[in-house]
């Protein structure tokens, strides 16, 4: 078990820029569509089984949430995008806020952008892609849900992911990820490792 991260723990809510814990230190964010796991992929990153609240309704993450793995590092939280079940003038007050956070946070250091390996890349996930190209944010995606595919298919679709970003001009790394059988869990650690500087305990 990498240590590190099982220390991690909740620190703040916020809803508006002021709101947020100074912009200093380290900090990777984790954004995707609402179905795409993203609680349950900051649990088994974390090995904690509820530190990022899950739901089998969409978008219940409506703030951004920043948890501290350790001093002056951290893993924030982004209010998932695409839920039908929110009015659509609050999804474009959050779809604002997220971009503001991603274009003027000192301290983000990179962004983990979960997609169902089902359905990758879909437009609101280029959208967002592109955001953080202009913002020259580094982007590491996670291809989630991996254990509803076998093997061989699952390598398929990161590789036809991989074609298509290249095509599109996006520099995204790219990796599959299942949080229920631990699939790509050391792989996305050692990358957290190498963006937040730390060393496990």
Wanted: overall charge positive; glycine content about 8%; aromatic content about 6%.
């Amino acid at each position: 078990m990498h240590s590190l991260y099982q220390n991690t723990r909740f620190l703040t809510g916020a809803t508006s820029l002021k709101g947020m814990p100074e912009d200093t230190g380290r900090e990777v964010a984790f954004a995707g569509r609402s179905n795409a796991g993203k609680s349950s992929a900051l649990n088994r990153i974390c090995h904690q089984k509820s530190l990022a609240r899950t739901s089998k309704t969409p978008g219940r993450t409506q703030q951004i949430n920043f948890f501290q793995v350790a001093d002056g590092r951290y893993l924030v939280d982004l209010p998932g995008y695409g839920f039908a079940r929110v009015p659509g003038g609050l999804q474009r007050e959050w779809g604002a806020f997220i971009g503001r956070y991603l274009q003027h946070r000192r301290s983000l250091v990179g962004l983990i952008v979960l997609m169902d390996i089902r359905r990758p890349l879909t437009s609101l996930d280029e959208q967002l892609l592109d955001l953080c190209a202009q913002a020259c944010i580094p982007v590491h995606i996670l291809l989630t849900k991996a254990d509803k595919l076998s093997r061989s298919a699952s390598l398929a679709a990161l590789r036809e992911l991989k074609k298509q970003l290249q095509a599109r001009g996006y520099s995204a790394s790219a990796q599959c990820f299942s949080a229920t059988r631990g699939t790509g869990l050391e792989e996305v650690q050692e990358l957290l490792d190498r963006w937040l500087e730390a060393e496990s305990a």
